[in-house]
């Protein structure tokens, strides 16, 4: 079965400091992989996702991830944290094929730090 | 822009009353989703639906029903609520096809049994 791997369940940065999120997946198939940002008391929303092609996606407000097969690592970086960056992020996958249904890490909660 | 709205927010029930969710999309999408979440735990899948009056489980089915009539309209169905149902639950949906289409989430909604 598909798994999501989130490092670090809370992670702090200054502003202005790099951000880096964490996410690895198990699969023998690469999967196609999502970035999704939850602010407090809302849904969630797209950050990015990597189907095929350029495995550097960018995605909204700065973030980018990088696909890596070898490592089964799909990261999410911002060069310089702002404070509305802070948020619940998730990293979610779904199985290459017909499944459609997506996979969910256990979410990793940004605190930004003036 | 995709619209995916769940008409109550915030809802406050008590032990075993059959508590109903709504969830409806704009955009004609065919997948329809039922995810539940809980601190430390993620997202997790209910049900979902690829077409109207088709409902597949997900991880966690156990004490839910869903019903899907029309294809904008996805409902999630608490037969008999219980405090261990206690949580957020979001809807969201996508378009049929390829897996790789984006998913997107209403605002969730609140229960609380009691």
């Known amino acids: 079965a598909q798994s999501v791997t989130q490092l670090g369940s809370h992670v702090s940065v200054s502003e202005g400091a790099l951000v880096l999120l964490r996410c690895n997946y198990s699969s023998s198939v690469p999967p196609y992989l999502f970035w999704y940002v939850q602010y407090p008391n809302q849904g969630l929303q797209l950050l990015l996702k990597?189907?095929?092609?350029?495995?550097l996606v960018k995605g909204i407000n700065g973030f980018e991830a990088e696909f890596k097969k070898s490592e089964t690592s799909f990261h999410l970086t911002k060069p310089s944290a702002h404070m509305s960056d802070a948020a619940e992020y998730f990293c979610a996958v779904i199985p290459s094929g017909s499944a459609r249904q997506l996979t969910f890490g256990s979410g990793t909660q940004l605190t930004v730090l003036p | 822009d995709v619209k995916v709205t769940q008409s109550s927010r915030y809802l406050v029930k008590r032990t075993g009353e059959k508590v109903f969710l709504e969830c409806v999309q704009d955009?004609?999408?065919?997948?329809m989703f039922w995810y539940r979440q809980d601190p430390g735990l993620g997202l997790r899948l209910i049900y979902f639906?690829?077409?109207?009056?088709?409902?597949e489980k997900g991880d966690i089915p156990e004490g839910y029903s869903v019903s899907r009539e029309k294809k904008e309209r996805f409902s999630l169905i608490l037969e008999s609520a219980s405090t261990n149902q206690t949580s957020m639950y979001l809807c969201?949906?996508?378009?049929?096809?390829?897996?790789?289409?984006?998913?997107?989430f209403g605002e969730g909604s609140w229960l609380t049994v009691v």
């Open positions: 969201a949906s996508s378009l049929g096809g390829p897996s790789g289409n984006t998913i997107y």
């Open positions: 990597y189907t095929t092609g350029a495995t």
């Open positions: 955009m004609d999408h065919e997948n």
């Open positions: 639906s690829y077409d109207v009056k088709m409902k």
